[in-house]
């Protein structure tokens, strides 16, 4: 292997900081950027001048980068709520299967008879080709405020129904081999050098039950014992700890990592940290994402496309008809509308990342001949480099055609009569699951709705979880953490947190990176709610001013007014209390002018106490006067 030096990392790194912004300026997406960036220091541009050329320092940093895959697995697995999944199981099953199945008897059967390719290789390649990349998908979706459409949605249930399969796929290919051949990773043996096919494929669901058991059992209780030691980094280094020792484990077993990671994300969905190491791992997984596809894009075989460009092209775009097609199909059965249908077929048109590591697990049991190997890996880099292109195409030329007309909220015009289930639920998330935001959320809850609760107290999580409240771990002043909880896609969020200094970094935090996301905030004082209001917030609530309010309610009652009469009284008190408390926090910083001004107020509150001002009139005036505001 050759030795990759910190010069290598700063041109790989200097690649995508060039290539990316000039990618996503031409709205061609960061996926296209990383893969441009690869092919420009690769061997056939600019690799031989910068040193970046060796074939063997392009599968050092391969094996670098394919950690971003595992990771991102991880965290699809964090996402997949088992309870969403069989919410979602006809759909997933459904459209995953026609598209899965069906094309790889299609493949089989082609490379079968008009390749005369023997049935255990035609299986392993089109198990291959049936593969569609996450990555790029998935990023895509993102991007392009896809997510939420009925071609994301279908996309994403063939997503996992595919990542599902890749377990019992990867387990028969060793039952496939004629010959019991030596499974390497990278350089180092597996513990099954030599083994008969069938204690392989028995250690893999041994391996996979281990995850299972481990993540169940183990894995949460050290997340606890950590989170109470109040050591942020020390969280991080176990999160990535454990990605590591699953990936481990199945390289050992002869299986990809990005497998064992995807398991071992599928069994902490439901824990209460998931929200946190999604904050955790993000960073990490989009860096090296991002390098993987450089390196993908590195990889593609210039030389072997110029000598056998007509095979290379055959195979790229007869593959990518043949999946179309069966996913055209598959959106006909589940009733997408034609743009819809056409953009699910494009998007998922690509051979995935996946395939590199059936191909390679395929190579390494010699399942398929060594020239039709080179040939397929050149095509699955090629394929993944053209759906962004595809994707421009279809968006810029193909909808325009079908008289489609785009609009913002991700779809086209004839779109809008798809039943968006999502969009119907309004998504709040509470920050901070103290007292006060503890009774905001038992009333949300027992009204009917659902919300995202953050606290960072793993002893209160652990307690509140066992009463039966969906509450995650989690800093809410970190912006992954936000993300990982998906502010991004919230209606509404209440800050919460005590102290009211965190509170504040908080609010800082969603008003900069999530412009659109209402606050309703939580201010300890009248003085806390003053720079609330002068920063232009209208939704501030003083803790512990309603229950005074009811105190006194409760006082007047007992010293001889009528509870109606009592009540009454506490409203007027509450809404006057609360137009007055706007006035005031324009003077909040000039003393002399604070005090006139207060003396002022509270004779006027005095005076609609007394006069028993009709509730009408004051909530008309407070209303005028936000208007003002």
């Not at 994403?156 to 019992?168: A, E, G």
């Not at 055609?401 to 991700?410: E, I, N, S, T, W």
């Not at 969009?423 to 901070?432: H, L, M």
């Not at 809404?575 to 004779?603: T, W």
């Amino acid at each position: 292997m050759g030795e990759f030096s910190l010069f290598q990392a700063f041109i790989y790194l200097f690649a995508a900081v060039v290539c990316v912004p000039i990618a996503k300026r031409l709205g061609l997406g960061s996926v296209l950027g990383y893969l441009f960036a690869g092919v420009m220091i690769g061997p056939f541009v600019l690799g031989p001048i910068l040193g970046t050329s060796s074939r063997d320092e392009v599968e050092d940093i391969m094996h670098a980068a394919e950690f971003g895959v595992v990771m991102m697995l991880f965290l699809v697995g964090l996402e997949l709520d088992p309870k969403e999944f069989w919410k979602m199981r006809k759909k997933i099953i459904g459209i995953g299967g026609i598209q899965l199945f069906g094309t790889i008897l299609i493949i089989t059967l082609i490379a079968f008879h008009f390749l005369g390719l023997p049935l255990s290789s035609s299986y392993a390649i089109g198990a291959a080709v049936a593969m569609s990349s996450t990555a790029i998908i998935l990023q895509t979706l993102s991007e392009k405020g896809l997510t939420k459409t009925p071609c994301g949605k279908a996309s994403f249930s063939v997503l996992i129904f595919q990542d599902v399969m890749v377990i019992p796929i990867l387990a028969l290919l060793p039952l496939l081999a004629v010959k019991s051949t030596i499974i390497t990773h990278g350089d180092a043996e597996t513990l099954l050098d030599g083994a008969p096919g069938w204690m392989k494929t028995l250690s893999i669901i041994s391996a996979i039950g281990i995850i299972f058991f481990v993540g169940n059992y183990i894995v949460n209780p050290f997340f606890k014992y950590i989170a109470r030691l109040q050591v942020r980094e020390l969280f991080t280094s176990f999160a990535l700890m454990l990605v590591i020792g699953v990936s481990l484990l199945m390289s050992y077993v002869g299986l990809s990592p990005a497998l064992g990671a995807f398991m071992a994300g599928l069994t902490l969905a439901n824990s209460e940290y998931k929200h946190q190491l999604e904050a955790d791992i993000e960073p990490f997984k989009a860096l090296l994402l991002g390098i993987f596809f450089i390196a993908v894009g590195s990889t593609i075989n210039f030389r072997l496309i110029i000598n056998e460009p007509l095979t290379i092209l055959a195979l790229t775009f007869g593959i990518m008809i043949i999946k179309g097609l069966v996913l055209m199909i598959s959106g006909l059965v589940f009733k997408l509308k034609l743009n819809q249908n056409f953009l699910f077929a494009i998007l998922l048109s690509q051979i995935g990342e996946f395939a590199f590591v059936i191909l390679n697990l395929s190579n390494q049991l010699q399942l398929i001949p060594k020239n039709w190997l080179e040939l397929l890996l050149a095509t699955t880099a090629i394929t993944m480099a053209i759906t962004p292109l595809l994707l421009i195409i279809n968006e810029k030329w193909v909808v325009p055609m079908m008289g489609m007309k785009k609009v913002k909220a991700g779809g086209y015009l004839d779109d809008l009569d798809y039943d968006f289930s999502d969009d119907a639920d309004k998504k709040v998330i509470i920050a901070g699951y103290g007292d006060f935001g503890n009774t905001i959320g038992r009333i949300v809850k027992y009204s009917g709705f659902s919300a995202t609760v953050l606290d960072n107290d793993s002893q209160r999580v652990e307690l509140l979880r066992k009463l039966g409240f969906n509450v995650f771990f989690g800093d809410a002043t970190n912006l992954n953490t936000l993300l990982a909880a998906k502010a991004n896609e919230a209606d509404l969020l209440i800050a919460a947190i005590d102290p009211p200094e965190t509170n504040r970094v908080l609010v800082e935090l969603v008003k900069k990176n999530f412009p659109n996301l209402k606050i309703m905030i939580r201010a300890r004082n009248r003085f806390d709610a003053y720079q609330y209001f002068n920063q232009g917030f209208n939704d501030v609530y003083r803790e512990n001013f309603f229950t005074a309010v009811q105190v006194g309610v409760d006082a007047l009652e007992e010293l001889g007014l009528t509870r109606d009469e009592a009540m009454r009284q506490g409203e007027i008190f509450a809404i006057a209390d609360r137009a007055s408390l706007r006035k005031l926090s324009k003077h909040s910083q000039n003393l002399e002018e604070y005090i006139s001004k207060s003396k002022e107020e509270i004779e006027e509150i005095r005076k609609k106490l007394n006069q028993g001002m009709d509730l009408e009139t004051i909530e008309h005036a407070e209303e005028e006067l936000e208007i003002k505001s």
